[in-house]
């Protein structure tokens, strides 16, 4: 007989763990699925930080950042501890974007502040500038396997059964009525919510449409700064590549490209550095940050899926509800697409 119980999530990355947090503390009965072992490095959750940033050229996009920021410290608060440490956030390089993230900024009331290079060069000596550099406060680092071990503890504390290494799990569904099994488990939820990342569409098998997703691999390096005591904001250059970094206390300055790595099938995907984005980065870090050796360590891998305009797949189908927050962009947004996806699958009664 299948096991009963409201909510099945499948998949433990941000977007699930965030999920199963809202659902647990409104007192959902949830299950959460992820095929391999908790602080796996096969998807696109791990890792010791991302970048949290408010600067988009879409004021809604701007507006969800506002949103986010307040739900990270209700996170926090719950959690007992620091996730998202505020350094401040800069844009620079293309000045039509850098207008257009300004623009989305007064339309929102979010402050921000324009500098000129040398103004900048003078408050952060590790990065060069070549033109405005546009300043936003309450840009910072999110501590990315921090947040997702506290989501998950957060949701078991509030009564979520969470099951790592349970080899893929498979959803069958009838009309209105879907199962999940996983290893010798079956389950019939109210609702399933797939938040597979780059499994979504074999996980899906076909029984809901998605828009087209693009799996590739990226790689992020760091580079050890020579004045360990500079402080570091977290930074775009809008630049061909697009580059973003911020500090990553114990492993230096992370400097990545955006969009550059290779499509890939998520379950056949290298794991090892590519020399020439490390050669290609080394040769940026060398003409940017004067502020760090050139030399790139600690390099990791971690998949992008990607929709075509970079907008994220939450929507409900039936008995399914589908979280595809990424497009190398998503994690900043956690404890809201967290709320997003718990509405969706079990809409609050009263207030959220
Ligand atoms: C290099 C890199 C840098 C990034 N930098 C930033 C940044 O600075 N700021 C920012 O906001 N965002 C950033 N992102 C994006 C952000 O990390 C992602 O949007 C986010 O992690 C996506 O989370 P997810 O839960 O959708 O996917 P995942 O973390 O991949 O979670 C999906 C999970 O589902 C599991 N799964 C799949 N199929 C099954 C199955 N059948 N059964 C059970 N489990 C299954 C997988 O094992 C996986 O654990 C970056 C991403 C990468 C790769």
Redesign the pocket.
């Known amino acids: 007989m299948p096991e009963r119980c409201d909510v099945v999530v499948?998949?433990?990355?941000?977007?699930?763990?965030?999920t199963a947090w809202w659902l647990a503390r409104r007192g959902v009965d949830v299950v959460v699925?992820?095929?391999?072992e908790a602080g796996?490095r096969?998807?696109?959750?791990?890792?010791a930080?991302?970048?949290?940033?408010l600067g988009y050229a879409d004021p809604a996009d701007v507006r969800r950042g506002a949103d986010a920021l307040r739900l990270w410290r209700t996170l926090e608060a719950e959690a007992g501890r620091e996730l998202l440490v505020t350094t401040g956030s800069l844009d620079h390089g293309d000045p039509a974007q850098l207008a257009a993230i300004a623009a989305a900024y007064r339309h929102e009331g979010v402050p921000s502040e324009r500098l000129d290079a040398a103004e900048a060069s003078a408050r952060w000596p590790g990065l060069r500038f070549a033109g405005d550099v546009l300043v936003q406060p309450d840009g910072g680092r999110?501590l990315?396997d921090a947040t997702?071990a506290a989501l998950q503890e957060r949701a078991v504390a509030h009564g979520a059964e969470v099951l790592h290494g349970?080899?893929?799990?498979?959803?069958v569904t009838d009309a209105d009525q879907a199962t999940v099994r996983?290893g010798d488990r079956t389950w019939a939820p109210r609702t399933v919510v797939v938040?597979?990342?780059?499994?979504?569409p074999?996980?899906l098998g076909g029984a809901v449409s998605l828009p087209p997703l693009t799996v590739t691999c990226?790689?992020?390096q760091h580079f050890v700064p020579y004045d360990t005591t500079a402080t570091w904001p977290?930074f775009i250059h809008h630049h061909a590549p697009t580059v973003?970094g911020?500090f990553a206390p114990g492993e230096g300055v992370k400097v990545?490209t955006h969009h550059a790595?290779p499509v890939v099938d998520?379950d056949d995907r290298p794991f090892g550095p590519d020399p020439a984005t490390s050669a290609l980065v080394a040769a940026y870090v060398a003409e940017w940050l004067p502020g760090v050796d050139p030399t790139p360590v600690h390099p990791?891998?971690?998949?992008?899926?990607s929709t075509a305009d970079e907008r994220f797949v939450l929507e409900r189908h039936g008995p399914i509800v589908i979280?595809?927050?990424?497009?190398?962009?998503?994690?900043?947004?956690?404890p809201l697409i967290g709320r997003t996806l718990a509405d969706l699958a079990v809409p609050p009664r009263g207030p959220a």
Do not use: D, N
């Open positions: 499948v998949g433990a990355g941000m977007a699930g763990s965030a699925l992820e095929q391999f796996h096969r998807g696109s959750s791990h890792g930080t991302r970048l949290f940033r999110i990315a997702v349970t080899g893929p799990a498979a959803i996983a938040t597979a990342g780059a499994w979504l074999s996980v990226e790689q992020v977290s973003y911020l990545a790595g998520p990791a891998r971690c998949l992008y899926t979280g595809s927050p990424c497009s190398g962009h998503g994690f900043k947004f956690a």
